[in-house]
């Protein structure tokens, strides 16, 4: 065997070791906001890494999926061969939502109102109901869930790994092509700040007071959607999501006294609504940025082929001698 292949190989393996791990801290870090049986969260993260990674590296990582889902299903499970379920729909979810993405042609940059469209609904909504549906089944017939409370389940199962795709992946995305901004000025870095502080204090408010203030989160990430495109958006609706759901496990605020289903129906109503927000609105700007920016340079050439081709006056014209 060549060195080049060995080293392709090598390669090759540290990719799926680096994306199954990623997938398990991620996971690690979901699973603290779990509300069902230790292991159904409203975000779950990794869903949002393993498509993430399946579109910058191709369909060859998802061995680093399925290690990923495993190892974070093992000690959870009810039992081997419903952790081994679990684990193929963890996998099949991801992969059948990058296949249907890649045959939409959608692109990573997430620059027109088509690929943030094309995220929503096949990448989080229709790719998610894999996993829900194999997973919540399997706990089901396990013995782990009742039968009664499929619904439930399946309906945290789901919002919580379409949210990671939500929220998560658009992040992980605008994070791998991110360049430290030359040329921003004081106001620029001001902006930035005072946008962080912003989101941090509207949602302490809306989060802790018995009223329900979520609302006041939507105008700071248009503002971030406006000013910062994706993103600024992106890490706001992240740090949104986050605190709303936190507040929802604690019961605190809004979520005080309310049970499980009145609570998810908030939550990820809400959720659902911040992501949609950041998501689409910044992909709408940034599209109308570059048509405006395409505009300006096809008026620049239309103003150049008319300079052209303009007639000369004919006193300017020459003379034989």
Same mark, same amino acid.
């Given at each position: 065997?060549?060195?080049?292949?060995?080293?392709?190989?090598?390669?090759?393996?540290?990719?799926?070791?680096?994306?199954?791990?990623?997938?398990?801290?991620?996971?690690?870090?979901?699973?603290?906001?779990?509300?069902?049986?230790?292991?159904?969260?409203?975000?779950?993260?990794?869903?949002?890494?393993?498509?993430?990674?399946?579109?910058?590296?191709?369909?060859?990582?998802?061995?680093?999926?399925?290690?990923?889902?495993?190892?974070?299903?093992?000690?959870?499970?009810?039992?081997?061969?419903? #952790?081994?379920?679990?684990?193929?729909?963890?996998?099949?979810?991801?992969?059948?939502?990058?296949?249907?993405?890649?045959?939409?042609?959608?692109?990573?940059?997430?620059?027109? %109102?088509?690929?943030?469209?094309?995220?929503?609904?096949?990448?989080?909504?229709?790719? $998610?109901?894999?996993?829900?549906? #194999?997973?919540?089944?399997?706990?089901?017939?396990?013995?782990?869930?009742?039968?009664?409370?499929?619904?439930?389940?399946?309906?945290?199962?789901?919002?919580?790994?379409?949210?990671?795709?939500?929220?998560?992946?658009?992040? %992980?995305?605008?994070?791998?092509?991110?360049?430290?901004?030359?040329?921003?000025?004081?106001?620029?870095?001001?902006?930035?700040?005072?946008?962080?502080?912003?989101?941090?204090?509207? $949602?302490?408010?809306?989060?802790?007071?018995?009223?329900?203030?979520?609302?006041?989160?939507?105008?700071?990430?248009?503002?971030?959607?406006?000013?910062?495109?994706?993103?600024?958006?992106?890490?706001?609706?992240?740090? #949104?999501?986050?605190?709303?759901?936190?507040?929802?496990?604690?019961?605190?605020?809004?979520?005080?006294?309310?049970?499980?289903?009145?609570?998810?129906?908030?939550?990820?109503?809400?959720?659902?609504?911040?992501?949609?927000?950041?998501?689409?609105?910044?992909?709408?700007?940034?599209?109308?940025?570059?048509?405006?920016?395409?505009?300006?340079?096809?008026?620049?050439?239309?103003?150049?082929?008319?300079?052209?081709?303009?007639?000369?006056?004919?006193?300017?014209?020459?003379?034989?001698?």
């Amino acid at each position: 065997m060549r060195n080049e292949e060995i080293r392709g190989y090598g390669s090759a393996a540290l990719r799926i070791l680096a994306v199954a791990a990623v997938y398990y801290g991620s996971a690690e870090l979901g699973l603290l906001l779990q509300l069902v049986r230790g292991q159904v969260t409203p975000l779950w993260p990794p869903t949002g890494v393993a498509l993430a990674a399946l579109l910058v590296l191709g369909l060859r990582i998802w061995p680093g999926i399925a290690l990923g889902a495993l190892l974070v299903n093992l000690p959870i499970g009810p039992s081997l061969p419903a #952790v081994l379920a679990i684990t193929a729909g963890n996998t099949l979810a991801p992969v059948c939502a990058y296949l249907m993405l890649r045959r939409s042609g959608f692109r990573t940059e997430l620059d027109r %109102l088509r690929d943030g469209l094309a995220l929503v609904f096949l990448g989080a909504l229709a790719g $998610m109901l894999i996993s829900s549906t #194999v997973g919540t089944g399997v706990l089901v017939l396990a013995g782990a869930v009742e039968g009664g409370d499929f619904w439930p389940t399946w309906s945290v199962w789901w919002t919580g790994d379409a949210m990671g795709v939500l929220v998560v992946t658009p992040l %992980l995305l605008v994070l791998r092509r991110i360049r430290w901004p030359r040329g921003a000025g004081a106001g620029r870095w001001a902006e930035a700040v005072a946008l962080l502080v912003s989101t941090l204090l509207v $949602m302490l408010l809306a989060t802790t007071a018995s009223a329900t203030l979520l609302f006041l989160a939507f105008p700071v990430l248009i503002w971030a959607a406006f000013r910062f495109r994706l993103a600024g958006a992106a890490p706001c609706a992240l740090a #949104v999501s986050t605190m709303a759901i936190l507040a929802a496990a604690h019961g605190r605020g809004p979520f005080t006294g309310q049970d499980l289903f009145s609570s998810m129906v908030t939550l990820q109503a809400f959720n659902g609504s911040t992501a949609l927000t950041a998501l689409l609105l910044s992909a709408v700007i940034t599209e109308r940025n570059a048509t405006h920016e395409e505009i300006k340079r096809v008026c620049a050439r239309l103003e150049e082929i008319v300079a052209d081709i303009e007639p000369r006056d004919p006193d300017d014209r020459p003379t034989g001698g």
